[in-house]
């Protein structure tokens, strides 16, 4: 094999194998980025959600204690 047929047979092999490892890398490279945006994403709806249904929760709380006490003193009140 002389030194022109090894190179000819470098450039088309390495070629599309290298290029395969491109495209590889490249999608795995997009796969990783996007599932890590998706999690960070996914915790703070999750984050917000908590948060949201929290103060959901004390305000309904808030309110039924109001109408008790309310209702209590209405009660206790002298005619």
Do not use: H
Not at 18 to 45: D, E, F
Request: hydrophobic share 45%; proline share 1%.
């Amino acid at each position: 094999m002389t030194f022109e047929s090894r190179n000819t047979s470098r450039q088309c092999g390495g070629v599309g194998i290298v290029w395969i490892k491109k495209v590889w890398k490249s999608l795995y490279s997009s796969i990783v980025l996007r599932m890590t945006a998706s999690a960070i994403i996914a915790m703070i709806v999750v984050l917000a959600l908590m948060v949201a249904s929290s103060q959901y929760s004390v305000s309904k709380n808030r309110g039924y204690w109001q109408d008790n006490i309310t209702e209590i003193q209405r009660m206790t009140s002298p005619v």
